[in-house]
């Protein structure tokens, strides 16, 4: 009988995990010891983003060509995922970095692109995604913000909600109605400096704290024709094209979140004494650790199997996306869940920072598209 030599097939390159080593080193080292003052204090965290803006992290979301790393899809997951193992809010920065820009890369014109890509990939700017309406979260359709065109301009009216990155963004990538009769939308990069263009509340959240999101108000903000992303009305198509890839980030989020609470838990119940022994030698808590590590790790074969998908352009992508994030992100909450209950009392105090780590994951059922649309789109694939 021969054998086969097949290649690993689970290899990642040694420049990504170098890479990888760094920002875990930044994360572990320098943002970690932030992490539950920027909890407490729900303040944007302006120094870690100084930081990953020097160490060029904020710049692998773009190619070379616009001054990023170039690096791809699955070394800006693996970055996401360690910094959000130690705090969930800084992970957000690197998220909303690439969200906030991807549709200029995907379906700007090359004009746009050189105007704002360069300064986005050095973190001298900060881009914000508004999708999202009062009336409007999971159905795009029922969106009621408006954009008319008056000669070589647009003037945009409407209020959007739920925008991470709300009052610190530079730019917002807002989508309007363009075509009333067919409620069809177009999509526009709006700058934050614009007349007529506001916040007008923040929300206080259960998690996420160090990230702000609010309400971008706009009242006759007028931009010019050049601000209009890819083609008029096709806004949807932009916002899918974006949300398909993103949504990666929430995944990645949530992997780092999983591993970052089952690490803790894990190391806790090493020192935590019961009944004369470690924890970690009651079979009932051995187990729940066991069901920890294997979920997380299965979360993390998912989404980088999705990532390398994106990275060697395979079509149809959104299937793997969608399980990716649906996966990770259900995980992240048994995981937190579990975390705490390893802790018992100690977990549910906010000395420790699995309590945190609970409150943080939630939300990654819900945004770059809520669990239940996950489902929808993974449903869809299967049935086309």
């Known amino acids: 009988m021969t054998t086969t030599a097949f290649p690993d097939l689970y290899d990642i390159p040694q420049e990504l995990l170098d890479f990888r080593d760094l920002v875990r080193q930044l994360a572990q080292e320098q943002i970690a010891p932030r992490a539950g003052e920027i909890d407490r204090a729900a303040e944007y965290p302006w120094d870690v983003r100084r930081l990953l803006a020097e160490q060029d992290v904020l710049g692998l979301p773009f190619g070379t060509e616009h001054g990023g790393t170039g690096t791809g899809t699955l070394m800006l997951q693996m970055a996401v995922e360690e910094i959000a193992k130690v705090c969930a809010s800084s992970a957000l920065i690197l998220m909303l970095q690439e969200l906030g820009s991807l549709p200029i890369s995907l379906f700007g014109s090359e004009e746009m692109k050189e105007q704002w890509l360069p300064r986005f990939a050095s973190g001298e700017l900060a881009p914000a995604f508004a999708l999202s309406e009062p009336e409007a979260g999971s159905d795009p359709a029922a969106m009621r913000t408006t954009a008319v065109r008056e000669g070589d301009e647009w003037v945009l009216n409407g209020t959007k909600n739920w925008i991470s990155n709300a009052g610190v963004a530079d730019t917002y990538v807002v989508f309007a109605i363009t075509d009333r009769e ?9 700058e ?12 206080h959240k259960l998690g996420i704290k160090g990230s702000p999101t609010g309400s971008p108000v706009m009242e006759d903000v007028r931009i010019p024709h050049e601000n209009l992303i890819g083609v008029e009305g096709k806004g949807l198509s932009v916002a899918l094209g974006t949300l398909e890839r993103t ?3 929430a995944a990645a989020q949530a992997v780092g979140i ?4 089952t690490d803790y838990a894990n190391e806790y119940a090493k020192e935590r004494i019961a009944f004369g022994k470690p924890i970690n030698q009651l079979q009932g808590l051995q187990f729940k650790l066991a069901d920890m590590e294997t979920g997380t790790a299965a979360a993390r074969e ?4 999705a990532c390398t998908m994106v990275d060697r352009g395979t079509p149809n992508v959104g299937k793997y ?22 802790l018992g009392g100690y977990g549910y105090v906010n000395e420790y920072p699995v309590e945190r780590m609970m409150r943080d994951a939630k939300i990654t059922q819900i945004y770059e598209g809520t669990n239940e649309i996950q489902r929808v789109v993974i449903a869809r694939a299967m049935t086309a």
Do not use: C, P
Request: avoid cysteine; charge should be positive; proline fraction near 0%.
């Open 321 to 342: 996306t969608s399980m990716a994030k649906l996966f990770a992100s259900d995980n992240a909450m048994r995981v937190t869940l579990d975390a705490i209950q390893v």
């Open 247 to 249: 949504r990666l980030g």
């Open 192 to 203: 934050a400096d614009r007349e007529g263009f506001s916040i007008g509340n923040y929300e």
């Open 302 to 305: 998912l989404l980088y199997k």
């Open 182 to 190: 067919n409620r069809r939308s177009s999509a526009f990069l709006v």
């Open 258 to 261: 999983a591993q970052g609470a």
